[in-house]
């Protein structure tokens, strides 16, 4: 089901915004500070409600879905990572069963292990490192086995060798069907690794499309006010600034 933004605007925040995610593919929301990046995600969730416009999943306005619907099939990680409960590590991550009001450990276990959690899992979470509670709050979401996987810079926090390995997660998670929508700051990890990007520049949709497109130099000037090129090769390129 294609998660569909209409004529969206928020505040100062969101100009009239149109746009489709669709499933089965990693689609990047990248943009200068202030673009708008965590309003439009946080409006996918549903967590936000639009002044104009509307957002749907399939045919259904996300505003009148039942909040617990929403929530077994939208997984929304924000971009503070805070953790209000001083649980062990594993508690936290089964919570993210909660809208299935069920205890299947399967996709716990396989949340672990994507986040390679399994030296932690029995740790106090408010005794973990900054990337540590990333990756525990990500495996929350995980562990809902969400149809949409909404992130709002998953990689941050995270060390070279967990950020390649979620990516390798969650591209694996699109090839079975989910959707992804990363907001990424690394244009880098953007350009290799995302179906689609989508630029956003003070609230308005700047360049939608493939990354190789929406990501040019013209963007890179327009956008972010970058003299910069790509260097390497398709889906190993690296940005390099004059
Ligand atoms: N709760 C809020 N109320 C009013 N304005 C807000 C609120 N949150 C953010 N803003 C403003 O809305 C604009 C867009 O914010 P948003 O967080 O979506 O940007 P962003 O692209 O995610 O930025 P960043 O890269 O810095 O995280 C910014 O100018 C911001 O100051």
Redesign the pocket.
Known sequence: MTLTAQNLSI????HDVSLAVEPGQITAIC??????????L?AFAGLLPPDDGAVNLGDSNLAALHPRERAQRIGYLP?AHEIAWDVPVRSLIELGRMPHGDARTEPVEAAIAALDLGPLENRRAQSLSGGETARVLLARVLAGEPAWILA??PLAALDIGHQLALLRHLRDAADQGAGVVL?L?DLAHAMNCADRVIV?SE?RLATDGQPESALDVLALQNVWKIDAHWIGVEGKRALIAR
Do not use: F, I, M
């Open positions: 505040g100062d925040r969101l943009g200068p500070n202030g673009a708008g990046k965590s309003t439009l946080e971009q709002d810079e907001v700051h956003l609230g």
